[in-house]
């Protein structure tokens, strides 16, 4: 009986969720590394990998694959922003400024 109702839910709300909480999560230390080492130049690799992944969304058939693809693209647009605001934190001394870079 518990395994015929377990075998019955439907978990790709659940999953999608969970993955969405770790992209975003991914996505941090991707931005202030990336804003650390590479500056505001970061932003066009956000760009290209966004696009990548958004033309990659409707071509999966699988739903819960598609869905986390367009999940990745929009966090990747996202990071685009983040990366300006990341440089405004380094100058308000909140993150370290690399000083290898000019």
Request: aromatic share 14%; hydrophobic share 50%; with cysteine.
């Amino acid at each position: 009986m518990v395994v015929e109702t377990i075998k019955s839910l439907h978990f790709d709300g659940l999953i999608i969720g969970l993955a969405t909480f770790l992209i975003i999560g991914l996505f941090h230390p991707l931005v202030i590394k990336g804003e650390y080492y590479f500056g505001q130049r970061c932003r066009w690799w956000f760009m290209a990998a966004g696009l990548i992944f958004l033309i990659a969304t409707p071509l999966v058939a699988n739903a819960l694959v598609s869905s986390l693809l367009g999940v990745t693209a929009f966090s990747c647009f996202w990071s685009i922003k983040e990366v300006k605001e990341q440089e405004e934190r380094v100058k308000k001394g909140w993150f370290p400024k690399n000083p290898a870079r000019k």
